[in-house]
């Protein structure tokens, strides 16, 4: 499994803590400008993965709504 797809296995919840611990660590400004690219490039993707959760969960809500 690559690490990409590792990513992809967390739950929706996990990636959205570590979506904010992220943004909490570039708003401090702390970073060289190196690594707040490496953090907002790790958020992006952490992002995606919470995207396409919220849409799956959406779907599901949907075909549950339509068996009523």
């Given amino acids: 499994m690559q690490n990409g797809e590792q990513k992809e296995e967390i739950k929706f919840e996990e990636a959205l803590k570590k979506?904010?611990?992220?943004?909490?660590?570039?708003?401090?400004?702390e970073l060289s400008l190196e690594e707040t690219i490496e953090k907002f490039e790790e958020g992006i993707r952490l992002c995606k993965i919470c995207k396409r959760k919220l849409?799956?969960?959406?779907?599901k809500i949907e075909e549950l709504k339509d068996e009523i």
């Fill in 19 to 29: 979506l904010e611990e992220i943004v909490d660590v570039i708003e401090r400004g």
């Fill in 55 to 59: 849409e799956e969960a959406e779907m």
